[in-house]
């Protein structure tokens, strides 16, 4: 019974791992590729992919986990500390927000990331308020534009990713 409970956390443990790298690929992989959204910094938001996939398929928690680590490591491996800070604030509102329209049962998995993306731009626009004059608010429309649209490629996206995976994630749950 030992064998296989150390068995099982190891199983969970290298899962988690694998969806940190991959949300760090796709973190790099984002940094490479410039997207003219018309917002400074704008980004489609390809690492998010990992967070809803794990919210549906292992929970809150171990997506929680899995995007702290991600955010910290992408941020200096990629970025600087503002990049840790904008990331942050972003993930705190959106994954509060999706979290939260999920456990409703209200919403598919699209329509909660699609939630998610746009406070998650909401997040880093606060943040942005805080430390500049303010003006920035003059691309919240955009950015509520282009959270939705990112929100549900990437909703999508997980869908498709959950329903190959879920057998598999359900084993080391």
Known sequence: ME?????QHTSRLVLLAFFTALGLAL???ESLVPIPLGVPGAKPGLPNIVTVTLLYTLGPADAVL???????????????????LYSMA???????SMAALKKTGRFGMTGVSAVGGV?????QLLTAVLLTDGSVLAYLPVLVAAGTLAGIVVGAASGLINRRVSRLMNEVK
């Open 66 to 84: 899995v995007s702290l680590a991600r955010i910290i490591l992408s941020g200096f491996m990629f970025g600087n500390l503002f990049a840790i």
């Open 3 to 7: 064998k296989e409970r150390v068995h």
């Open 90 to 96: 972003g993930f705190v509102l959106s994954f509060l």
């Open 27 to 29: 973190s790099y992989l």
């Open 119 to 123: 406070m998650h731009n909401v997040g």
